[in-house]
């Protein structure tokens, strides 16, 4: 039987990294509140990242924390008291992108296992060796490598290393991430985790001598987006990446939602069960497809894993596709009746998905709602309101409803 892959979630804090250990992710990643890249999310204390990785760790789940900035003189100084502060918490890895970084991890955690970060550039397998010769257990390599180029690095470097990949989530325009336009332009640096996206804005161009006159650049007339690059989505695929020789599945997404988090776990989660019930002929289960359509997402692509050409800049749109909302979680399921806490408005009347941890999904149209009271209510207008809707099917805890969104 071909080795178990792991599935490797994102978790922008603490109610992510349940999410993701409880919608099947066999390993998460996350980030404190400095040196991580990623500073938009809530991201963890050092309290936090203890009591996330004795969660994580009673389901047998493993925590890593990105600590893959490029830290300025002043960050550096601080890094050593910063390791010693996070090193007894419990955690699996850090994944570091600067050498300085590696060195003083290695100084002041020995213990840890170390991977080199994708924002690093690992495309070829010298520098992997390179890595493996400094004290990296894994390299996540570079998102711009073909299938073959992967295969070509698990050919020439120690069984030993463990390979890391992405294999959903949004495309960086700019090499491995390293990307100086947010920094030029917004002043926010994307190599310490500001990254404030100008490569998804909509550009118009203007020529020197008619500076009242803005020209569309491309054929639509709500202008160019001329950077913007499509997501990467590998679940049809999924059965060639672990092939290549990768051992751990990335899924992209730190600054996502918690329903994404889940979402996307639990469809790869069910891709990975598919290979591995069958690696020599997998076909991606169409619920999976199903599942990667109910999250907000740019249009999917193939990425660089078969030819540059698939990995395309989207200059028509620079949008997401938002087709599902989340209206709610259920706190507990009995005697036909679902308690929730409302995370979205819906009706009576509307038809509603349950998404269950175990990946499987009810669809039902409550007859009725409840208030906190018991009273009977229309709708769930109030943020985070407790209510209760009938449904004959039992309902795991942490199970999440969606509603199709509402056109217009």
């Not at 590998?234 to 994404?260: H, M, N, W």
Request: charged share 25%.
């Amino acid at each position: 039987m071909a080795a178990r892959p792991e599935l490797l979630s994102p978790a922008g804090d603490l109610e992510r990294l349940q999410y993701a250990v409880r919608y099947g992710a066999d390993a998460v990643y996350i980030g404190a509140q400095e040196f991580g890249m990623r500073s938009a999310p809530k991201n963890f204390t050092p309290e936090q990242i203890a009591e996330g990785t004795a969660f994580a760790h009673a389901h047998g789940v493993k925590v890593y924390l990105a600590l893959n900035t490029l830290p300025t003189n002043e960050e550096a100084a601080r890094l050593p008291d910063f390791i010693r502060t996070v090193r007894d918490t419990g955690l699996d890895a850090f994944i570091v992108a600067d050498l300085g970084v590696l060195q003083a991890a290695k100084r002041y955690a020995p213990d840890m296992e170390l991977h080199l970060s994708t924002q690093a550039g690992v495309t070829n397998y010298l520098t992997a060796n390179a890595a493996w010769e400094l004290g990296a257990k894994r390299v996540v390599l570079a998102r711009e490598l073909s299938l073959r180029d992967i295969a070509v690095i698990r050919d020439n470097t120690p069984p030993e290393l463990e390979l890391e990949a992405f294999v959903h989530g949004a495309m960086c325009m700019s090499v491995s991430g390293r990307c100086l336009l947010s920094n030029y332009l917004t002043g926010k640096d994307a190599n310490r985790g500001q990254c404030t996206q100008p490569c998804r804005w909509r550009y118009h161009l203007v020529e020197e001598n008619r500076p009242d006159r803005r020209f569309t650049i491309g054929e639509t007339q709500e202008g160019s987006y001329l950077l913007n690059a499509d997501d990467l989505c590998a679940a049809p695929f999924i059965d060639l990446v672990c092939q290549a020789g990768v051992d751990s599945l990335k899924i992209e997404g730190r600054a996502k939602t918690f329903y994404y988090v889940a979402s996307v776990t639990a469809a790869y989660r069910a891709a990975l069960d598919a290979y591995m019930a069958d690696p020599q002929n997998y076909v991606c289960p169409e619920r999976v497809l199903d599942e990667l359509t109910r999250t907000s997402h740019r249009r999917y692509s193939t990425g660089f894993f078969f030819s540059r050409e698939d990995a395309r800049q989207n200059a028509a749109a620079g949008g997401y596709i938002r087709e599902w909302e989340v209206v709610g979680v259920v706190d507990a399921w009995q005697d036909g009746l679902a308690a929730c806490t409302q995370r979205g408005k819906f009706c009576l009347g509307e038809e509603l998905e349950a998404l269950q941890p175990s990946g499987e999904v009810v669809t039902f149209c409550p007859q009725a709602i409840y208030g906190q009271e018991g009273e009977a209510i229309t709708a769930t207008p109030h943020p985070m309101m407790r209510f209760a809707v009938p449904c004959e099917t039992q309902l795991a805890p942490y199970s999440i409803l969606r509603r199709r969104a509402r056109k217009g």
